[in-house]
């Protein structure tokens, strides 16, 4: 079975521009899960997303936000893109986002962004 | 606010030398722990996880780890590494929330 795919790999972006990163998570899994990993840092969690709806959110300004499609897959968009937003952009897929924090995450590649 | 430290932020090791990582949390109340690993060029992946019950679990290729609630830990450990075993390992803890914390990761490298 494929794994978690995200696209692109890597972007490069200047200041004030948009951006949109995506991701297709394992067959069967409905939970997605975003990470920025800044280098040098652990992966910082952004948001997660269960069946289309919003199930958490982490200490990220409204210039993030990100949907779930029918189909499963996400997107994460930044706005207003800042020097600090260059980072490697971690999806994240799990089978049922389970209450309790207790399901096993599968990581996909990352998508390298470059803000100049 | 909830943190995770792994004060270990490199470490070198010759094979068959004895691993142990250590990470420690900052809040009290039930929490989840994970070990996760990022080989060289490879997606992050689970080694191990605790919820509850005996406190030594063991994960794939050799790793374990214990929670030692007093402490507040949960150490990585590995009798015997290999050079197969560099790598980027990373604690992370939630609260039985969705929302888990990562600590700064422990950049391993063995020489054969």
């Known amino acids: 079975d494929a794994g978690v795919t995200q696209s692109p790999t890597h972007l490069i972006k200047t200041r004030g521009q948009h951006v949109t990163l995506r991701c297709s998570p394992i067959?069967?899994?409905?939970?997605v899960s975003w990470y920025q990993q800044v280098l040098g840092q652990g992966p910082q969690f952004i948001f997660q997303?269960?069946?289309?709806?919003?199930?958490g959110r982490g200490n990220f300004p409204d210039r993030f936000s990100a949907r779930q499609f029918p189909n499963y897959s996400s997107e994460l968009n930044v706005n207003a893109l800042l020097l600090g937003d260059s980072a490697l952009y971690l999806c994240?897929?799990?089978?049922?986002?389970?209450?309790?924090?207790?399901?096993?995450?599968?990581f996909g590649p990352g998508t390298r962004l470059t803000v100049l | 606010a909830q943190s995770v430290s792994q004060h270990n932020h490199h470490v070198i090791l010759s094979e068959a030398a004895s691993l142990e990582l250590g990470c420690n949390y900052s809040?009290?109340?039930?929490?989840?722990l994970f070990w996760y690993v990022q080989y060289p060029g490879q997606h992050l992946q689970l080694l191990l996880k605790?919820?509850?019950?005996?406190?030594l679990v063991k994960g794939i290729k050799g790793f374990e780890a214990e929670f030692i609630k007093s402490k507040f830990s949960f150490n990585l450990r590995k009798p015997s590494v290999q050079w197969s075993d560099t790598a980027e390992y990373f604690c992370?803890?939630?609260?039985?929330?969705?929302?888990?914390?990562f600590g700064r990761g422990t950049s391993l490298i063995v020489h054969p």
């Open positions: 994240a897929s799990s089978k049922t986002g389970s209450p309790g924090g207790r399901d096993t995450q599968y």
């Open positions: 067959s069967g899994h409905k939970s």
């Open positions: 997303y269960y069946e289309k709806e919003e199930r």
């Open positions: 809040y009290g109340g039930t929490v989840n």
């Open positions: 605790y919820f509850s019950g005996d406190p």
């Open positions: 992370a803890v939630n609260r039985g929330s969705y929302i888990p914390t």
